[in-house]
């Protein structure tokens, strides 16, 4: 299951928990003011994402868009970088062609080339989601040019640096 966000100016929509995706509505989506991060809207059955807080470490650093799923390829990247380079290692990738849709970084103009290395930094999963706010902000500051971060046994949050102008 995948929770996808999106900002649009000052307005930040939020997936809900537990919902199956595809068959949300626009109805159910929660609206929060990004500057004031009070909830515009909130519908009363639903409850608002765990990872809220993930999504704004990633808005604020200019992010457009957040997507975190639960991917079982990215739990398993996670586990063969640490098991290759240890609990401190970074997924890297160079000389493949699908990394030339990935932006080089936050300001920085253009897409990484077939030559460039994509870096992904990788941080230790916790028992919530939400505990996870500290160590993915660290990430982002240590790797200021990624555009996703891994969790370790738990899937991955990316965001796309190019803020949607909707």
Sequence with gaps: MARVNARCSDRIYIAPSG??????QPKDMFVLNYNTRAYI??????KPSACTPLFLAAFDRGAGACIHTHSQ????????????KGPDGCFEISNIEQVKGIPKGRGKAGNLGYFDT?????????????????SLEAAMEKYPDT?????????????DPVPLLW
């Design 73 to 84: 390829w990215a739990v398993l990247v996670t586990l063969l970088v640490e098991q290759e």
């Design 147 to 159: 555009c996703a971060v891994l969790v370790r046994r738990h899937g991955v949050y990316d965001f």
């Design 41 to 46: 809207r909130s519908p009363h059955v639903l």
């Design 19 to 24: 919902v199956q995706k595809e068959r949300l």
């Design 118 to 134: 994509l870096r992904v930094p990788i941080i230790e999963n916790t028992a919530h989601e939400e505990d996870l706010t500290e």
